[in-house]
């Protein structure tokens, strides 16, 4: 840290730090979640610890867990409650792409969004079963970012009458 040895004065040239636009992605506003349910799955619990605090960061309340089997049961319990699902691809037992599925065939379908270390591994139809797929590591704007458009395309698609 470096301190002026005088103040500044009128005449003295100033000089001033590049603000951070609010806008920016890679911040995150506190209550871009706000009032959003999700559920966090991976098999890795330091994993799983870091993605819900991302999302608890943007104002999400978050039910994080690291078996994909129990998960499924709570969400099929108030699949209404929840506005949005964030797993992992390969787990144990249940893998993510069949989670997603799951989420999909619930009333009301919950928007899953897919963190993962293996993208490479998806096909095409596979990718259809994710509101987003983002590859790690993640960052926090990206996740909260990707959240939020899903979240708002499954209320769109919601309002929007059918064709």
């Not at 103040?7 to 001033?16: G, V």
């Not at 920016?24 to 799983?48: C, T, Y």
């Not at 996740?143 to 499954?154: E, G, N, Q, T």
């Amino acid at each position: 840290v470096a301190w002026p040895m005088q103040l500044e004065t009128e005449d003295s040239p100033s000089i001033s730090l590049p603000r951070q636009d609010p806008d920016s992605p890679s911040r995150i506003d506190p209550s871009l979640l706000k009032g959003l349910q999700a559920l966090v799955v991976d098999d890795l619990p330091d994993v799983a610890l870091v993605l819900a605090s991302m999302l608890e960061t943007a104002g999400a309340e978050v039910f994080c867990e690291t078996d994909p089997d129990f998960l499924k049961e709570v969400l099929a319990e108030a699949p209404g409650y929840w506005s949005v699902l964030v797993t992992d691809l390969h787990m144990p037992r249940t893998d993510g792409a069949a989670l997603a599925r799951f989420a999909a065939s619930l009333t009301p379908p919950v928007p899953v969004v897919l963190v993962t270390a293996r993208p490479d591994t998806l096909d095409d139809r596979s990718l259809k079963d994710f509101a987003a797929v983002l590859s790690k590591p993640v960052s926090g704007p990206q996740l909260v970012h990707a959240v939020r458009r899903a979240v708002d395309a499954k209320t769109l698609q919601s309002i929007s009458p059918e064709s």
